[in-house]
């Protein structure tokens, strides 16, 4: 059954919970909190049992230190095929047409990559970190897709899979998902639907 629920939230109304945050960790230990404790998200359960992303965009800035989540590989949230996986983003991007966009894309869709159970594919290259799912991205036509936009200048991301793109330069984002990327959110999903989605090796 499809659900979702659209929630906007003012920070300075008694009415919400206090999500403001200082770096990353805070804002993900603040939502986590938030998603988990039904006295707070007014739901009175914990939103997590529910599979599927919970992302929140909030209106601090839009790069690195403002935009994450879980990955599906963290030991407690195998993917968002079988429980809830939160994350996050800003709205308030200054650089780049897309890059909004884009991070509301590709924050989300790491939730659905079970990276660990395709590590021996032809997909990436390398070694099996789970950051190694930005390799599922490239530079097209001078444009970011998104499971590699904040990492496209990284050499040890860029170029390192089957779909590295044709070049590094980048002026700009393209919303649309890498074959590569797709092939990964099937496998993650066929390998839940097959239940062969044990714990990753560090856990």
């Known amino acids: 059954m499809t659900y979702y629920n659209v929630q906007r939230m003012n920070s300075s109304s008694v009415s919400y919970p206090d999500l403001r945050f200082s770096d990353k960790d805070e804002m993900k230990d603040k939502f986590e909190s938030y998603l988990e404790t039904g006295y707070k998200n007014g739901i009175g359960q914990n939103l997590k049992n529910r599979t599927g992303i919970h992302m929140l965009v909030h209106s601090e800035g839009c790069d690195l230190s403002t935009a994450g989540g879980e990955h599906a590989d ?96 980048m002026d700009g984002y393209d919303q649309r998902l890498t074959d590569c990327t797709i092939e990964a959110v099937r496998q993650t999903s066929n390998n839940q639907c097959n239940g062969q989605q044990p714990k990753p090796d560090n856990c």
Do not use: W
Request: some cysteine; overall charge negative; proline content about 3%.
């Open 74 to 169: 963290d030991c407690d949230s195998p993917s968002a095929f079988n429980r809830g996986v939160m994350a996050f983003t800003g709205a308030a991007c200054s650089t780049f047409d897309g890059l909004q966009r884009n991070s509301a894309i590709k924050e989300p869709v790491h939730g659905f990559i079970r990276f660990s159970q395709i590590k021996g594919s032809a997909l990436v290259g390398g070694s099996s970190s789970t950051y190694d799912e930005h390799r599922l991205g490239e530079v097209r036509d001078r444009k970011v897709t998104p499971i590699l936009t904040y990492h496209a200048n990284e050499s040890d991301q860029y170029g390192a899979g089957t779909c590295d793109g044709d070049g590094t330069q």
